[in-house]
């Protein structure tokens, strides 16, 4: 979109001030010291692999390990009419199984992970860095130098890069693109909200077995009380009582697989003959246009595929398929077949068959296991919601929000206060709502069979652009794919009326959310890049830029990672005097997972030393801790004041025109740092040192060797301004943020003045300030407000 639209002002304005201004603004300075084999996926021990593979059963497999608590019941909501549709219905099973989490997901999506992430935003990031195709263009060539940008070229005549090339050629493709992402990602926090719902719902019907004369409301008490203490527990993070996790789950599939082969042994051990798949084709043949609406129940049984993908960030591939191939999936097929050949006899029971299938002997322990299991399975799809949440407000897709981290070894363990208390009213409304597993588990499938069509579509592009697979491979993958979950998305519209309304509902309010948050950051990013202040402009103002300079250091914040933003302009007219020294500060999220500390900032010199005008740039990942580091400050001028020391050092560089100041130092320029420092006053010598252990060091250029001018001048002028900077810095620091409106032109059709003149403008109202996001203390901000028409 805006890039279409930098390339129509580059040749409008070439030949004229647009090559001075190229000349006057260079791009950032790269960085290097890749260590591209970094965060590839370890080699581990087999008691490592072991362990790891336990750990994973407690955050992966919850959600479908408790699938057995309710698939029966809404695969038949009304009656068993022939007990041969039992060993239908757990045919298709059984195949569903194995098709889509083992086949599909544990051995081929789990393998699209970016660095470790999974889930759709991964997905999308790997798609970011391998096309054009990310629709806010704020990337800059330096960024595909860090060390977790890895990305690949393709042969000019090839598949992928035609379809790289039709992908980029229209703004519309990119926000088709990533519509199905926000869509998808949509659908999960639809599952952070059912998923609890029906799972506690259901492991709370227990009570009511033994109880007959019971009222419903009384299980549904308990689910809303269960689901309270549920989201109350939130701000402690999983971290403190994940260690409990893995245990359950462990005992839970134990039990559930120990329970199937009892029943097995006890009922009818025929029912395996249900491994052959004749008896699906036998079941839809008298079942018909009922067998074609029970596929909505049997979907079911793989709900929770999607949060195996989306949860693999702290464990590797190799131990999420260990512990599905020799746990998991073994238990769930003894369980589902153990219920069948329970029903075969007992078809009457369907409603509650897990329960009535318990030997009574264990019945109380294996239901507060139940319940223990359903906590943890609603806790894994709760803590996907507000990850996903957190990366959507760091691809500027969704408004911001007050993001916790609740650990302090794992990043992607975050929470969410306004989101957790919006999903608890949401769940519980659901749960008093309808009352019952049915109307819950048509709206369950419908999310879930969504989310994994999105998957299907994005793997394919995976496949071709990031894999280098034979387009026929990637074809075959999708046409199998699709028509599996195809098949069964069809059978969930049957019941939109009847419970699958719900998902849609709350997936359609957060995308407009999404959509209409996204278009107004989108118009504020072409309004900067568009209405940026000429640098010929700045210098005609002089060494002092005209204007009264005042002691201090002002943070100008600023989404653009070159030229001078209009903010500026607009501050020095009304106000004119400005700090002694000014930096211009970009905070940019890039389609990475993560970008190393080391290699966080990059920091340039605006203009003549004389002007004391710098721009830093912090770059972050999706998963990074938020911008607002306690600090972020400090960094900053640590790299700032590193930056003014290896400029002076490297003016006396030889045998190369260029060299880039950020990257891997040699050992030579290091140790020529530190013992130069010793030459320096205390003051900034303590300052100095401490900055190289913390950031970036010098990276001598490709082919050249460095020669280092420490003439007692270089030196002098060095330690000057290091002086004058850290004079200015405690004089005060001021940050001056802009505070853009967006409004609706008055010719703009009705839905777009409803989107932004109201719909925009009550988020913007109701999200956090920039001041709080930037931790920025309230006597030190300086907000200049200013209206763009769009």
């Not at 749960?431 to 588990?441: A, S």
Request: aromatic share 12%; hydrophobic share 45%; with cysteine.
């Amino acid at each position: 979109m805006a890039s279409g639209m930098e390339i129509d002002e580059e040749h409008e304005t070439k030949g004229s001030m647009w090559v001075l201004d190229q000349k006057l603004d260079q791009p950032m300075d790269e960085e290097a010291g890749r260590l591209r084999n970094m965060y590839r996926e370890k080699k581990f021990s087999s008691i490592l692999l072991l362990r790891l593979a336990f750990q994973s059963l407690g955050v992966v497999y919850g959600d479908l390990g408790t699938s057995p608590l309710y698939v029966f019941y809404n695969t038949f909501p009304k009656k068993i009419d022939d007990p041969e549709d039992v060993i239908g219905a757990l045919s298709l099973i059984i195949y569903s199984l194995t098709l889509i989490p083992l086949l599909k997901y544990v051995f081929i999506v789990c393998r699209a992970n970016d660095n470790g992430q999974g889930g759709t935003f991964a997905l999308y990031s790997l798609l970011c860095r391998h096309a054009k195709v990310k629709t806010i263009p704020n990337q800059h060539r330096t960024d595909e130098e860090l060390t977790t940008y890895s990305r690949s070229t393709f042969n000019e005549n090839s598949f992928a890069e035609k379809t790289k090339k039709w992908l980029e050629a229209q703004d519309l493709r990119k926000n088709a693109l990533l519509l199905l992402v926000l869509a998808g990602t949509c659908m999960v926090i639809g599952d952070g909200i059912l998923t609890p719902a029906i799972s506690v719902l259901s492991a709370s019907g227990g009570i009511k077995v033994n109880n007959p004369k019971m009222e419903n409301g009384m299980v549904v008490l308990v689910a809303v009380v269960i689901l309270v203490g549920l989201f109350s527990m939130q701000h402690y993070g999983t971290d403190k009582v994940g260690w409990l996790f893995a245990p359950i789950v462990l005992l839970w599939f134990l039990l559930i697989g120990g329970i199937g082969i009892f029943n097995i042994w006890k009922y009818d051990s025929s029912v395996l003959r249900a491994f052959s798949p004749v008896h699906i084709y036998r079941y839809f043949r008298r079942q018909k246009r009922d067998g074609w609406s029970s596929l909505g129940g049997i979907m079911l049984s793989i709900t929770g595929t999607e949060a195996l993908f989306a949860d693999l960030a702290h464990f590797p591939v190799s131990a999420i398929q260990l512990a599905f191939t020799v746990v998991v999936f073994p238990c769930l097929l003894l369980a589902y077949s153990g219920q069948a050949a329970y029903l075969m006899q007992n078809t009457d029971h369907v409603v509650d068959v897990f329960y009535r299938s318990i030997p009574e002997s264990i019945y109380w322990p294996t239901f507060i296991i139940a319940t223990l299991a359903a906590v943890v399975a609603s806790q894994a799809t709760i803590s996907a919601s507000f990850s996903l949440i957190k990366q959507a407000v760091a691809l500027g897709c969704f408004p911001r929000v007050k993001v916790v981290h609740t650990s302090k070894n794992f990043l992607g363990q975050v929470y969410i206060p306004d989101m957790n208390w919006i999903l608890m009213i949401l769940c519980i409304a659901v749960t008093v709502g309808f009352k019952n597993q049915i109307q819950i588990g048509n709206a369950y499938g419908t999310a879930v069979v969504i989310v994994m069509l999105t998957t299907t579509l994005l793997m394919m592009l995976i496949m071709l652009l990031v894999w280098h697979c034979h387009w026929i491979l990637a074809l075959i993958f999708t046409i199998l794919s699709l028509v599996v979950e195809g098949t069964y998305f069809s059978a969930v519209l049957l019941k939109v009326d009847q419970g699958g309304w719900v998902p849609l509902v709350i997936a359609g309010a957060f995308l407009g959310i999404m959509v209409v948050w996204h278009y107004g950051t989108v118009k504020r990013y072409e309004f900067e890049m568009h209405s940026k202040v000429s640098m010929a402009w700045v210098l005609g103002l002089g060494p002092s830029l005209g204007l009264v300079r005042v002691p201090g250091i002002g943070l100008v914040y600023t989404e653009l990672a070159s030229g001078v933003p209009r903010i500026f302009s607009h501050f020095i007219t009304n106000l004119p005097a400005i700090h002694s020294a000014v930096v211009f500060v970009c905070v940019k999220y890039l389609p990475v997972y993560t970008v190393p500390e080391d290699e966080r900032f990059l920091v340039k010199r605006i203009g003549p030393k004389s002007f004391h005008m710098f721009r830093c740039v912090a770059r972050y990942g999706y998963k990074d801790l938020h911008r607002k580091d306690d600090d972020f400050e400090k960094k900053l001028f640590d790299n700032l004041f590193l930056f003014v020391r290896l400029e002076s050092m490297m003016e006396g560089c030889s045998d190369s025109d260029e060299y880039s100041l950020y990257g891997q130092q040699t050992q030579q320029s290091r140790d020529f740092l530190l013992k130069d420092n010793l030459n320096t006053s205390t003051s900034v010598a303590d300052l100095t040192i401490s900055s190289v252990d913390s950031i970036v060091p010098v990276k001598s250029p490709l082919n050249a060797t460095p020669t280092v001018s420490s003439g007692p001048e270089s030196s002098q002028t060095e330690v000057d301004e290091l002086e004058f900077l850290n004079s200015c810095r405690e004089a005060g620091v001021v940050h001056i943020l802009g505070n853009t409106i967006v409004r609706a032109r008055r010719d703009s059709r009705f839905y777009k003045k409803i989107a932004i003149d109201y719909v925009y403008a009550f988020l913007r109202k109701i999200c956090r300030e920039n001041s709080a996001i930037f931790n920025v203390p309230h006597e030190s901000l300086l907000n200049v407000g200013q209206i763009f028409y769009v």
